[in-house]
């Protein structure tokens, strides 16, 4: 049994835990999207909220020398950032896809300016400390989830955590069910006396912050440090994995390791001597997307009110 | 409801276009073909004010090609007394109302610092007859266009060298964005030079399809490790984080990288491109310029090796003195760095 014997092999945990490493910022960015969306807000400024995180929690971590202290910068920029495009998207009628997109736009710009400003022409953040992975005694022993969910920085485990909450949220508390209401029928929501507005701000907030997380965690623990635009289009994978998710914390969990499993095996394909050319193996993951979309995508249903800006007394 | 199923897939597509765009924009530019074209041998009018723009591809602070590129232009103007001038971050799609813009705002030198402008570079030189223009390669060469290149591929077979020597079983690896024809030359080098040292040296590589992801790159680099290489050369940022993640060593490339990874980074090939800009500036001053190829290497001493900051010991001896000894005959022309920019799968 070969796959059996690659499964326990050092080539095959390799894989499990690329996947997960690869998969995190997109599931971190898709979970937060997910209150954002089911409250009818749309999200499109995930990628500009990760990469501002991204510099924030390199600057602050290698400032302070405090990995915490830099998470918590990052996740602390992300709902700043949030609170911006939830300004203009909730409280003001502005088009969500425009202010996003803008945000995005911007965040490129202010990030590199910030970071020349911050450590000079010639300088970096090369000295930010690292988040180790912290495996879990016994538990990462176990094939195949071992590597894959047992043997990686707390950040992960934190990004499970969030998948569980988030499905506890949504399905058992009241502020679940307000969320969903105010993305499926806000005028109901209205009628109870419960602000739809205040909801999808919060819900926006929520959002920010978990992409906060997945963006500390591109320049804190999958690299060492911040480089111009790094985030390098996540922010709109991860838009992707939500709708290929379906806006579910566990289809965005599984829809972000079909990405990073087609991402981690490119990269190991890719020195195997295939004789496929490269440019086809990077298309992996994203082919993989597309299809496990076509395939998997025909009950997609969207919230109600998704993107339908809400106003007391209008209908 | 099938609209939003469209909707989605949109998504998903632009996400994989624009992921993409980079890996095709970049592949089409050719090799440095112009090195054939000739010479004018009239002399140019002398320039009193002399004011360069540079044009680069990426930010200034990228610790490669970019940010060489950009120092280099700052310290040839100050050695020549010019004013500089510098755009960053222009796509291909902009390259050419940006040169544009310099040399209709007077600018007499334009550098035009990535292998991909070299069309918009052809295309504005025919509107400004009386400015000098100087592109990283181009498809043919016109009276005002002369163009210059960066064979750090010389550094990279002492890298090869260093790499397979280092590496107690001479496997290695090899981690950079996308297939162009300056790292194509640099990884044939790079496996030369590997194999010169040790003929059953296996060369790992990988491309990871974006110049700035570093988190890819970090993650190319484990693959790499698991499979056994043991030294890597780092073609694009991220790689040595992924070494010293996986407590491997690294080769830093165009700028001394050593400060990424202190106890990783064993050397660097640089390369400093100011003599090249030095001299192409006086040469437009004194209106000597001429439009051919310029190319200043190992022998020139605008590629070399970085400083090993004490990792020197992380290297067997005669490994070293080898690779000393062939960096002195690339020198003194005795040995020739081969030169094949043939794609690899």
Redesign the interface.
């Known amino acids: 049994m070969d796959i059996l014997n690659w499964i326990v092999s ?2 095959g945990e ?1 894989f499990f835990s ?1 996947t997960m ?2 998969a995190v ?1 997109l599931l971190l960015a898709a979970i937060g999207a997910i209150y954002a969306e089911r409250a009818g807000a749309i999200n499109v400024g995930l990628e500009g909220m990760m990469l501002s995180s991204a510099l924030s929690a390199a600057l602050v971590a290698s400032s302070t020398g405090s990995t915490t202290t830099g998470l918590l910068a990052g996740v602390v920029t992300g709902v700043g950032v949030a609170a911006l495009l939830a300004i203009f998207t909730v409280l003001l009628p502005a088009d969500p896809v425009v202010v996003g997109i803008s945000l995005n736009l911007l965040a490129v710009g202010g990030t ?1 300016f910030i ?2 400003v911050a450590v000079g ?4 953040t ?1 000295t930010t400390p ?1 988040i180790e992975a912290s495996p879990i005694p016994g538990l990462d022993q176990i094939p195949i989830l071992g590597p894959l969910l047992f043997d990686q920085s707390y950040l992960v485990y934190i990004a499970l955590l969030g998948v569980v909450v988030t499905w506890l949220v949504l399905k058992y508390t009241g502020w679940g069910l307000l969320i969903r209401s105010a993305g499926e029928h806000p005028a109901a929501v209205d009628s109870l006396g419960l602000s739809v507005n205040r909801t999808r701000f919060l819900a926006l907030l929520v959002s920010g912050g978990f992409a906060g997380l997945g963006g500390a965690f ?1 320049s804190l623990v ?4 911040f ?4 985030t ?2 996540r922010g ?2 991860a ?2 994995i939500l ?2 998710g379906q806006r579910s914390p566990w289809g965005v969990l599984i829809a972000s390791l079909i990405f990073g499993a087609g ?2 095996f490119q ?2 394909a ?2 195997d ?7 086809f193996l ?2 992996i993951p ?2 993989l ?2 299809v496990t ?2 395939v998997f ?2 009950k ?3 919230p109600a009110a998704l993107g339908k800006h809400f106003r007391r007394g209008h209908r | 409801m099938k609209f939003r199923l469209r909707h989605a897939l949109a998504v998903v597509g632009i996400a994989a276009v624009v992921s993409l765009t980079a890996a095709c924009s970049t592949a089409v530019s050719t090799d440095s073909a112009t090195s054939t074209g000739t010479a004018t041998s009239a002399a140019r009018t002398p320039v009193k004010d002399l004011k360069i723009a540079i044009v680069l591809s990426g930010p200034t602070t990228d610790h490669d090609f970019n940010q060489v590129g950009y120092e280099a232009a700052e310290a040839a103007g100050k050695s020549v007394g010019a004013k500089v001038a510098f755009a960053e971050n222009v796509s291909d799609a902009n390259a050419e109302r940006t040169i544009r813009n310099f040399a209709s705002e007077g600018y007499q030198l334009i550098i035009a610092h990535s292998f991909s402008f070299g069309d918009a570079t052809l295309k504005v030189a025919k509107e400004f007859p009386d400015t000098v223009f100087m592109a990283g390669t181009a498809t043919s060469n016109a009276s005002n266009v002369g163009t210059y290149d960066n064979p750090d591929y010389q550094g990279a077979y002492l890298a090869g060298m260093l790499a397979a020597g280092t590496s107690t079983d001479g496997t290695v690896g090899w981690v950079s964005a996308i297939q162009t024809p300056n790292l194509l030359a640099n990884l044939h080098a790079y496996e030369a030079g590997a194999k010169d040292i040790n003929a059953k040296a296996t060369v790992l590589h990988s491309f990871i399809g974006s110049f700035y992801d570093p988190p890819k790159a970090k993650e190319a680099a484990l693959a790499q490790i698991q499979k056994g290489a043991q030294v890597l050369s780092a073609q694009t940022v991220g790689t040595i984080d992924g070494a010293i993640a996986g407590k491997a060593y690294a080769i830093g490339a165009l700028t001394d990288q050593n400060f990424l990874g202190p106890q990783t980074v064993l050397t660097s090939v640089t390369w400093d491109v100011s003599p090249l800009f030095t001299d192409i500036a006086k040469a437009v001053q004194d209106g000597s310029w001429t439009n051919k190829n310029y190319s200043y290497g190992i022998k020139e001493g605008s590629i070399g090796l970085a400083d090993f900051h004490g990792l020197e010991s992380k290297v067997p001896a005669d490994v070293m003195k080898t690779v000393l000894e062939r960096e002195a005959q690339i020198k003194d022309g005795s040995f020739t760095v081969p030169y094949d920019v043939s794609t690899v799968d």
């Open positions: 050092a080539s390799g690329a490493r690869l910022p590199s970071f020349r022409q010639a300088g970096t090369s690292v591109l999958a690299s060492n440090q480089v111009e635009n790094m390098a289009g709109y994978i838009m992707a709708i290929l991402d981690a990269l190991r890719q020195l001597n295939t004789g496929i050319p490269f440019q990077l298309m994203y082919v997307t597309i979309l076509a995508g025909r997609l249903i969207d």
